[in-house]
């Protein structure tokens, strides 16, 4: 029995695979869009057209970016691309042979396409501190997942920790909904806005961002919640779960805040599980600490016609995403034919010309959010790392010292990365501790080696692999 074939499959269906699908259409070529979630939008979009059926008032409250989102949603449901919600990718064969699952437990399915554009988005960086697995300890993300779900706020003692954009957003936004913050517990180190300073005449190209940003953090120091800046040190405590936090500002002596719900936030990282398990090139990139795909202007990987776009090939926001989206489109439809290469560059003008625009901030925003080293080396050699495995800093740097320098060589002595999340949550944390221990940078010692499946599956859905 033949595969079902497709010009372009897209996996992923926030901004960045809805806008390639939308341009990739208006070419002719055939499309399938797989996607995990229920619903088009992707994280920063979830839910997006019942919210604005089903709940119009907090639709607005959203801001304009959300409409556009919904005209861009609206768009894609009319393009004519297939698209399947629920489905995760477990594999992908060198061949471009897809084998994905859906949420129902049904058996697995498989087809083949030309060429692949990979729109999986962002995820938040893990942030291990002793008692970050008790209940009621989260990340900043979930809370909003609840809100645009089901419209469910938060109540009792909330205290946010972290920094970054993203939480000075999730903040504001439960602020607007009535919800009172507690405490603000800031990471960011005092000297990363003088370190940014050089980035600020380029990022006023960006003004709407900054005049937002500015707006958030009055917002946010003026609620009434009690605002500590520097935080060094974090435990949460309690008895099944979270009762209180105890933190710490440098040398300070430790302080102690009750708290029924601890929301968290250390930036977000590129999802890489896809470009890893189909051996595209990666490189590390310092400033964020993270690991990304290789890519060209159009998205293209190393490996032939896989393509990447959106956050999960560097971390750059929603306007951005779209736009890699469909540049990524006009690329393929010049791949296949279905426009020539004069054609490609007139249509791709006006987008790389809106890119960068959008892209004057980033060096700006990178460097006044760094991502801080007691949060990417935890100080506590008890603390957890591998939550599947519960695994141990301790654990970890012991294997070191036994001469494990890689995250594929510590893996077989003590099992980090070896459960269902298959080091999804742990695998940046357990490079940093090797690089750590071993005095060298993350770049030198790699990452693990990520092999299918890449999402858990059973052997019943395998059986309907043809």
Not at 397 to 411: C, E, I, N, T, Y
Request: glycine share 10%; with cysteine.
């Amino acid at each position: 029995m033949s595969l079902p074939q497709y010009d372009y499959v897209i996996i992923g269906a926030g901004p960045a695979g809805m806008a390639a699908a939308v341009e990739a259409r208006q070419h002719g070529l055939n499309v399938l869009v797989l996607d995990e979630q229920p619903a088009v939008g992707g994280q920063i979009y979830r839910n997006i057209e019942d919210l604005e059926e089903q709940r119009p008032d907090e639709f607005q409250k959203l801001g304009a970016d959300y409409q556009e989102a919904f005209e861009l949603a609206q768009r894609f449901r009319a393009s004519g691309a297939e698209y399947r919600p629920g489905r995760s990718i477990w594999q992908i064969d060198p061949d471009l042979t897809l084998y994905h699952i859906g949420q129902d437990g049904g058996p697995s399915e498989t087809c083949h396409a030309q060429r692949i554009l990979i729109a999986t988005g962002a995820m938040e960086r893990p942030m291990p501190f002793p008692g970050w697995t008790l209940p009621g300890v989260l990340a900043c993300t979930a809370a909003d997942v609840l809100y645009k779900s089901s419209g469910l706020l938060p109540r009792g003692e909330i205290v946010l920790l972290g920094s970054g954009p993203l939480l000075l957003l999730i903040a504001c936004r439960l602020l607007d909904a009535g919800v009172k913050i507690a405490a603000y517990l800031d990471t960011n180190p005092h000297l990363a806005p003088f370190q940014a300073l050089p980035y600020l005449p380029k990022a006023l190209r960006g003004h709407e961002y900054l005049r937002k940003g500015i707006a958030m953090l009055w917002q946010m120091f003026t609620s009434g919640a009690k605002v500590h800046l520097g935080v060094t040190g974090l435990e949460a405590d309690g008895e099944g779960h979270l009762q209180k936090v105890r933190f710490q500002q440098g040398s300070a002596p430790w302080k102690e805040l009750p708290a029924d719900l601890l929301l968290l936030h250390h930036g977000v990282v590129p999802n890489i599980q896809i470009t890893r398990q189909l051996g595209c090139e990666h490189t590390w990139y310092e400033k964020q600490r993270y690991w990304e795909p290789v890519l060209d202007q159009w998205g293209n990987t190393s490996i032939e016609n896989v393509a990447v776009a959106g956050d999960s090939g560097r971390v750059c926001g929603s306007a951005n995403s779209v736009l890699t989206g469909r540049l990524a489109a006009l690329e393929t439809a010049r791949a296949l034919g279905k426009i020539d290469l004069a054609q490609q560059t007139a249509l791709a003008a006006p987008l790389l010309k809106k890119q960068d625009q959008e892209l004057a901030i980033r060096p700006f925003l990178d460097t006044l959010f760094p991502p801080r080293h007691p949060w990417l080396v935890p100080k506590n050699e008890e603390t957890l790392v591998c939550r599947c495995e519960e695994v141990r800093v301790r654990e970890i740097r012991d294997a070191v010292r036994l001469g494990a320098l890689s995250p594929d060589r510590v893996k077989p002595m003590v099992r980090c990365g070896m459960g269902p999340c298959q080091a999804r949550m742990c695998g940046l944390t357990v490079s940093e501790i090797i690089a750590d221990e071993r005095q060298v940078s993350p770049a030198d010692v790699g990452y693990f080696r990520v092999r299918s499946p890449i999402k858990p599956v059973t052997l019943g859905q395998l059986t309907g692999v043809e």
